[in-house]
C-alpha cells in the first residue's frame, strides 16, 4: 500500500480520536488595539462549546485564533497557546496546513465553491491537503460526509449538480461535509444559522448535537436559545468600557443559564443587555 493509500484509509476506516482544545492565556491585538486580554478555556473532547457574549466582545477573533487564521491579518499578533492534547498549535514545528487539517472552520456567510458540484466541494479539501484517493474511495466518502451533514437524502440525485444552487441551508451543511471530509479533530462554528431560516436551523442544530459524538464543536452564537439547545458548555465573552473581550464565566450550559456566579451573565443570558 503507497503511503497516498494510507492516508486515504486512515481518513475513511478509522475512526478520528476525539481532541481536547485549550486556550491558556490568549491575549490578540489589531496593530496597536487589544481586543483579547488573557483568555483561558478548556474544550473538552467530544463535547459542544457556545461562545456568547455581545457583539464586539471577541468572540469571531478568540475562534479564528483557534484555526490559525488570526495571523493572517497583517497587523494581528497574539500571545499565549492554543493546545491540542498538549500540542501548541503554534509551535514553529507543526505547519499551519497540518493544524487545519485538525481543526475545520464553518463560516457564518455558507461559501461553497458555486460553481463547482456538489460532489466537487465535498471532495476537495482531499486536494488542498494533497491527498490522493481512487473514484470507489471518493463515492464512500461523499456519501458518508453528506450524510453525516443530514444532507444526503436530499442531494444523492443531483451530486453533479452546482453547489452554488442548493438553499442556504442545505449550502451550509454542504459546507459542514466539506469539512468532515479530511476527518478533523475539531470543528469551529462562527455564528453558523445566523442567515437562515428557522427550519434550516434546527436541521443545523440537529447536525451539531450528532456530529458531538465524533468531533469536538466550539460554535459562536448569538442566539441564547441556540446556545443552551445544543451545548454542553458555554463561556460567556464581554468587552466593558473599552476594556478588550474577556470570558467572565464559563460552564456547563444548565448552569450558566439557570443559576450563573456572575450578575453580569445573569443579564446576558435574560436578555437584559447585549
Known amino acids: 500500500m503507497t503511503t497516498t493509500d494510507s492516508a486515504t484509509t486512515a481518513i ?19 496593530g496597536d488595539h487589544k481586543v483579547l486580554d488573557r483568555v483561558s478555556l478548556l474544550m473538552p473532547a467530544g463535547k459542544v462549546t457556545a461562545l456568547i457574549g455581545p457583539s464586539g466582545c471577541g468572540k469571531s477573533t478568540f475562534l479564528r485564533i483557534l484555526n490559525r487564521m488570526h495571523e493572517l491579518v497583517p497587523t494581528a499578533s497574539l500571545a499565549g497557546e492554543v493546545l491540542i492534547d498538549d500540542r501548541d ?39 488542498l491537503t494533497g491527498v490522493k484517493a ?95 439547545r445544543v451545548s454542553d458548555q458555554c463561556a460567556f465573552f464581554l468587552a466593558e468600557a473599552g476594556t478588550p473581550g474577556a470570558i467572565i464565566e464559563h460552564g456547563p450550559t444548565n448552569l450558566m443559564f439557570d443559576s450563573p456566579q456572575d450578575q453580569r451573565t445573569f443579564d446576558y443570558v435574560n436578555g437584559r443587555f447585549g
Not at 12 to 26: G, K
Request: hydrophobic share 40%.
Open 134 to 228: 481512487d473514484r470507489a474511495t471518493k463515492e464512500q466518502l461523499l456519501e458518508e460526509c453528506l450524510t453525516k451533514a443530514g444532507l444526503w437524502t436530499e442531494v444523492k440525485d443531483r451530486l453533479r449538480q452546482p453547489g452554488g444552487g442548493l438553499s442556504g441551508g442545505q449550502q451550509q451543511r454542504l459546507c459542514i461535509a466539506r469539512s468532515l471530509a479530511v476527518s478533523p479533530r475539531i470543528l469551529l462554528m462562527d455564528e453558523p444559522c445566523s442567515a437562515l431560516d428557522p427550519t434550516s436551523t434546527r436541521r443545523i442544530e440537529q447536525t451539531i448535537k450528532e456530529l458531538a459524538s465524533e468531533v469536538t464543536v466550539v460554535i459562536v452564537t448569538h442566539n441564547m436559545q441556540q446556545a443552551a
Open 89 to 127: 498549535i503554534y509551535d514553529a514545528s507543526l505547519r499551519i496546513t497540518d493544524a487545519r487539517r485538525q481543526i475545520g472552520m464553518v463560516f457564518q456567510k455558507p461559501n461553497p465553491f458555486p460553481a463547482m458540484s456538489i460532489q466537487d466541494n465535498v471532495t476537495a479539501g482531499l486536494l
Open 12 to 30: 475513511l476506516d478509522q475512526p478520528t480520536r476525539l481532541a481536547q482544545l485549550e486556550a491558556r492565556n490568549v491575549s490578540a491585538w489589531f
